[in-house]
């Protein structure tokens, strides 16, 4: 075992956007392997490297964006992502008041099929890019074509992992992401097979995947970066977060003390619908209209604050560096729950617990995420979240 000190160097490109250079869309896949990589990592590379030339193009056209561009490659990922968690700590503050999104790419192509991660308003974008690109593996089909018809439907993973350079931006600083890859696993993966002949003659052997990746994480940066309302769906989220209460209220068999949430996804939904409304009236106005101008950036900015309403200052109990009250990983690997994280550990922790300590520590922790949604629609709002009613409900659980 070789222990020694080294230096870790994250390299960083940045396309400063014209109207809002304060707002930044980042891109980012790691750079260091364990073996020859040509999967992981080098495959997201070459499309973050692709990503990179066709913006130069378009830049060396006259173009640039609306917003910034960050281009991030990362070190020392393997070491647990090291490169992306340092910076993401060095300058949390800025981002969590200007970063739009984190749309990463890992092991961009490992096999066959497009496999998506991403915190669900981001959903609907996600699906309507996938339209617009060549399908790579069927002749005069989309990427949305064959996603919708691969396992039985399109199916968006949570991002409650914690395996790849997402994990910093979401589970701590609570900025929305995207994870993408062709390829559901890699039979060779950190191993010698990792090769760029195994990529040749199986993974890809057309490198048309590649191109499909390329197209689909350049297309979300540029919605992302120059839609002058964000294509943010907080609909989606709340239908998700709806989703996850009832797994939950199944899971402790016991809807009853579960059902609190429901009214705060409730009014996160009405939240969603008045924000819809209010960006339909705002990309009908004059574009050099100053006061609509004002009104658009401020309507950006509930929809780029939204995300950050569900971290918890103090973290998670115990874990406290993780902050994100819906999709942090739980304590425990083998949890049936992949989000509510809080609630997940109070459930899991039986250790020397009464059953009045449990339902004590579940109740809190149910608490704890039905303000954290209360806080999201009160920014999508624009409202100041000092009206919150004490909460009374009781809690039993399944020995």
């Known amino acids: 075992e070789d222990r020694k000190m080294a230096t870790i160097k994250d390299i960083f490109a940045v396309i400063k956007g014209r109207e809002e250079p304060d707002r930044y869309v980042i ?16 495959s997201g590379t070459a499309a973050l490297l692709d990503v990179a030339r066709r913006l130069g193009i378009m830049l060396r056209s006259g173009w640039t964006p609306r917003r910034t561009i960050i281009l991030c490659s990362w070190d020392a990922e393997e070491f647990g992502m090291i490169g992306s968690t340092e910076w993401v700590e060095e300058n949390l503050g800025d981002l969590q008041s200007k970063a739009v999104a984190y749309l990463n790419v890992d092991c961009a192509v490992q096999g066959m ?6 915190t669900p308003q981001l959903d609907k974008l996600l699906i309507d890019v996938t339209r617009q690109v060549k ?41 929305p992401c995207v994870d993408l890859y062709y390829g559901k696993e890699f039979p060779g993966y950190h191993t010698a097979l990792d090769s760029y002949i195994w990529m040749e003659k199986h993974g890809d052997p057309l490198f048309l995947r590649h191109l499909a990746i390329t197209e689909i994480w350049g297309l979300l940066a540029l919605r992302l970066a120059n839609d002058l309302v964000l294509p943010f769906d907080y609909h989606t989220y709340a239908s998700q977060l709806q989703e996850h209460t009832n797994v939950l209220a199944d899971r402790m068999n016991n809807s009853q003390s579960v059902s609190v949430i429901n009214g705060f996804i409730n009014d996160l939904s009405s939240a969603a619908t008045e924000v819809q409304k209010e960006a339909k009236e705002l990309k009908l106005l004059d574009i050099h209209d100053g006061r609509g101008l004002i009104r658009r950036r401020l309507l950006n900015d509930r929809l780029l604050l939204a995300e950050r309403s569900f971290l918890h200052a103090e973290g998670l109990q115990g874990r406290t560096w993780y902050k994100h009250l819906m999709y942090s990983p739980p304590e ?68």
């Open 27 to 42: 891109l980012g896949n790691h750079r260091d392997a364990w073996t020859y990589g040509a999967v992981d990592p080098n």
């Open 332 to 399: 425990d690997y083998e949890s049936e729950l992949s989000f509510f994280p809080g609630i997940a550990d109070a459930i899991s922790r039986r250790g020397n617990q009464s059953t009045r300590q449990r339902q004590a520590a579940v109740r809190q922790e149910l608490w704890r995420v039905a303000m954290a949604i209360q806080r999201a629609a009160n920014v999508l709002r624009g409202e100041f979240g000092a009206h919150n009613k004490p909460i009374n409900f009781s809690v039993s659980m399944a020995p």
């Open 135 to 175: 399908d790579p593996d069927v002749e005069g089909k989309t990427v949305h074509d064959t996603w919708s018809t691969m396992n039985g439907g399109i199916n968006i993973e949570r991002l409650a992992r914690t395996d790849s350079d997402f994990a910093p931006f979401l589970h701590h600083a609570g900025i």
């Open 113 to 118: 099929g497009l496999f998506a991660g991403s």
